[in-house]
């Protein structure tokens, strides 16, 4: 098993830059592809990133592309997201997620572990 624990979520003006971080613990954190996800209130969770074992190739959702950024050092256990030029309805609570046996995964039931969320909110 993986535990993976989210930080970095707060509240940003529009326009601003946040940095979430995930570090994982217990298995070989290289092992899994690594996701972010996001879920608003009364919606579904939605992928925004996602990022493969060794860092080489990544995934975003066209509502993110060109302003968010997924990366991981697999040395530090850790995967990030860095978002800028953040709006209003990028609002939501973001988790980070773990894929150990999907090598392309974008849908929450590819993924195995999960955070807890950290909350991101963009006051307009």
């Known amino acids: 098993q993986v535990q993976l624990v989210e930080s970095g979520g707060g509240l940003v003006l529009a326009g601003g830059s946040l940095r979430l971080s995930c570090v994982a613990s217990g298995r070989t954190f290289s092992r899994y592809v690594m996701g972010w996800f996001r879920q608003a209130p009364g919606k579904e969770r939605d992928v925004v990133a996602t990022i493969n074992r060794r860092g080489g190739t990544t995934y975003y959702a066209d509502s993110v592309k060109g302003r968010f950024t997924i990366s991981r050092d697999n040395a530090k256990n850790t995967v990030y997201l860095q978002m800028n030029s953040l709006k209003p309805e990028d609002t939501a609570v973001y988790y980070c997620?773990?894929?150990?046996?999907?090598?392309?995964?974008?849908?929450?039931?590819?993924?195995?572990?999960w955070g807890q969320g950290t909350q991101v909110t963009v006051s307009s």
């Open positions: 997620a773990g894929s150990e046996y999907i090598d392309y995964p974008t849908h929450t039931y590819d993924f195995d572990y």
